[in-house]
């Protein structure tokens, strides 16, 4: 079974662009949530998709937005990037369900210049 | 609202001797409790996860975790810790969010350094 595969996994923008981040699940899982992980901290639940719908989202304002597929793969896009937007952003799938574990890709490394 | 504690932000032990990481947790309903290892610049691997059942749970490389409902606490452990094992722990808990579909969220994280 494959894992779960982020591109790119590292990035330069610079304050006020635009970044799309991008998220294949593992096989199987119909659930992709995102997640905001700051130097020295746990990872911030960013939103969570499932077949196609978002289903639920954390305290991130709109410029935050995503998008899932029908193969269940997912984009997380970033407007109007700000310097705290620094952070690795980690995409996890799963079965969605109570109890179900997530399966955590390596990252993509965001730097805001 | 749902959230977890881990209030030992940084942890050193010597290699051989036992560990205990702490996390608590605040949420209404019955938990689902997980434990995630992080290696630097990596994602977050599962260790292990309760829901049910007995209250103390076996997981991966020689952990556990033991539920204590009353203290709301879901603490890590290992009898013998290997260098291998520094790295970053993170306890994190799943609610349900409506239809009962889940969200988990993470607590701060336990930092964990092994010394010869």
């Known amino acids: 079974e494959t894992g779960v595969t982020q591109s790119p996994t590292h990035l330069i923008k610079t304050r006020g662009q635009q970044v799309t981040l991008r998220c294949s699940s593992q096989s199987g899982h119909n659930t992709v949530s995102w997640y905001q992980q700051a130097l020295g901290q746990g990872p911030q639940f960013i939103f969570q998709y499932y077949r196609e719908e978002e289903n639920g989202r954390g305290n991130f304002p709109p410029r935050f937005s995503g998008l899932q597929f029908p193969n269940y793969s997912s984009e997380l896009n970033v407007n109007a990037l700000e310097l705290d937007d620094s952070a690795l952003y980690l995409c996890a799938s799963s079965l969605g369900t109570l109890g179900s574990p997530l399966h955590f890709g390596n990252g993509t490394r965001l730097t805001v210049t | 609202a749902q959230s977890v504690t881990q209030p030992d932000i940084h942890i050193t032990v010597s290699e051989g001797a036992s560990l205990e990481l702490r996390c608590n947790y605040s949420?209404?309903?019955?938990?689902?409790l997980f434990w995630y290892v992080q290696s630097p610049g990596q994602g977050l691997q599962l260790l292990l996860k309760?829901?049910?059942?007995?209250?103390l749970v076996q997981g991966i490389k020689g952990f556990e975790a033991e539920f204590k409902r009353s203290q709301s606490s879901f603490n890590l452990r290992k009898p013998s810790v290997h260098w291998s094992d520094a790295a970053e722990y993170f306890c994190?808990?799943?609610?349900?969010?409506?239809?009962?579909?889940?969200?988990?969220?993470f607590g701060t994280g336990t930092k964990l350094q092994v010394i010869p």
């Open positions: 994190a808990v799943g609610t349900d969010i409506a239809g009962g579909y889940q969200k988990v969220t």
């Open positions: 949420y209404g309903a019955t938990p689902y």
């Open positions: 309760y829901f049910s059942g007995d209250t």
